[in-house]
Each structure stands twice: as C-alpha cells, then as structure tokens.
C-alpha cells in the first residue's frame, strides 16, 4: 500500500515562528505536491514538485516555500507564519506514470497560527 | 471562472437510498479527466473513481459509478444504496492535457451526510 505520512496532525504556531511542515512517501513516487484546504474553497495547490530539488508555484504560494532534497521527502516551509495561514495542510504524491494515476494523500495537519 | 463546480454544499440523504453528487467542469482541452475522491472527518483523501475524456464507457468501482455526460460538461458521481460509512466531503478534480506535472484542479467539495 503507497503510504504517506505527515509530521503531526495538528500544530498550534505564534505569529512570526518559523514553520516546518514534513511529507515522507514510501512509493518512489515522482511527483510531490502540498495544499491548502478551507472550507468552501477545496484544495489549493500551494507547490509541488516533480523532482528531486526541483519545484513549481502552484496557485498560492506567497508566504511559502518547499525543499525537496530526497525523493521521498517534500518539505513545506512557513517562514514567518501569520494567523492566515491557519488552515488545513494536505501533502500528496503521485507516479510520473500515466494521465490516470491518481494522487496518494497524507493525513493532513491542522495548523493554528496565534 | 470556475473550472471545476460542486453546486451541492451539503446534501441529507436516507440510507440505502442512491445518491448523485454533482459536478461540472469547464475546459477546452480535448484530453482531461475527472477524478472523484472521498475525504472521511479523519481527513484522509480517499481515490473513489476516475474518468478518461476518451473513455468510451462511465466508470463503475463498486458501489461507485460516474454519470458522464460529456456535451454537457458534467461528470455526477452515483452512490448506489448508500451507508452511513458514505457520510464524508466529496471532491471532484480535474486534470486536464498531457499534463507532465499531473496538476489536480479541485471543486469545493460537497458535504454528504447519511441519516439512519
């Protein structure tokens, strides 16, 4: 089973910290992506990356930034985190394989930003 | 404009009753496909179906089927004698082209909640 995980599931921040979130994915798979989900807007796509060190803006990625250093592992990085960045964050990955393919999703993390 | 809509915000249905979630889509693209998942309260995104713009048939997994109709632009999934396991969001997505990157774009999502 394509398996993957993120770092926590939920994640109280302050304004101004610096925030790490972590996505690990146990199916070599190619492509890598991080979201944003609110409610009524579906999901945003914030990065992805099809790479490894590679990486493309998705539709919102002001005030983010990613790593990808290993296959496996697509960092999502918060660097001065404010209160609208509260919201739900999805990490997904999927082969460089056929039109079809679907993309495999992590649990997601809730984060709050006082 | 929008190019993926779920009309349906939230939706009571009675179980073992059928449903139809709708969605519409837009694009000018000759070769897309439509995709369904299922996000349960725990927050997991869960694959339900997929549609190929040149499939010739709808797609069917299960107690899953997809109401293509594509002159109309409208992919509606169907769940035949819902369960109260059924109660989730449903997303609709599209990919659209040959899309190297394999970008989703996603609708709002509709609440479905079975009554027992």
């Known amino acids: 089973d394509v398996k993957v995980t993120q770092s926590s599931r939920y994640l109280v921040k302050r304004t101004g910290e610096k925030v790490f979130l972590e996505c690990v994915q146990d199916?070599?798979?190619?492509?890598m992506f991080w979201y944003r989900q609110d409610p009524g807007l579906g999901l945003r796509l914030i990065y992805f990356?099809?790479?490894?060190?590679?990486?493309e803006k998705g539709d919102i990625p002001e005030g983010y930034s990613v790593s990808r250093e290993k296959k496996e592992r697509f960092s999502l990085i918060l660097e001065s985190a404010s209160t609208n960045q509260t919201s739900m964050y999805l990490c997904?990955?999927?082969?460089?394989?056929?039109?079809?393919?679907?993309?495999?999703f992590g649990p997601g993390t809730r984060l709050t930003v006082t | 404009a929008q190019k993926i809509t779920q009309t349906q915000p939230g939706m009571f249905v009675q179980e073992k009753e059928a449903v139809t979630l709708d969605c519409t889509y837009d694009?000018?693209?000759?070769?897309?496909?439509l995709f369904w998942y299922k996000q349960p309260s725990s927050g997991e995104m869960i694959f339900l179906i997929y549609?190929?713009?040149?499939d010739q048939q709808n797609a069917t997994e299960g107690r899953y089927s997809l109401n293509f109709q594509k002159a109309r632009k409208s992919a509606n999934l169907v769940i035949s004698a819902s369960q109260l396991g059924d109660s989730a969001m449903y997303f609709c997505?599209?990919?659209?082209?040959?899309?190297?990157?394999?970008?989703?774009?996603w609708g709002a999502g509709t609440k479905l909640i079975i009554k027992p």
């Open positions: 997904a990955s999927s082969p460089a394989g056929t039109f079809r393919d679907e993309q495999y």
């Open positions: 199916m070599d798979h190619e492509n």
């Open positions: 990356s099809y790479d490894v060190k590679m990486k």
């Open positions: 694009t000018s693209d000759p070769s897309y496909g």
């Open positions: 549609q190929g713009s040149y």
């Open positions: 997505a599209m990919r659209e082209g040959q899309d190297s990157n394999y970008q989703l774009i």
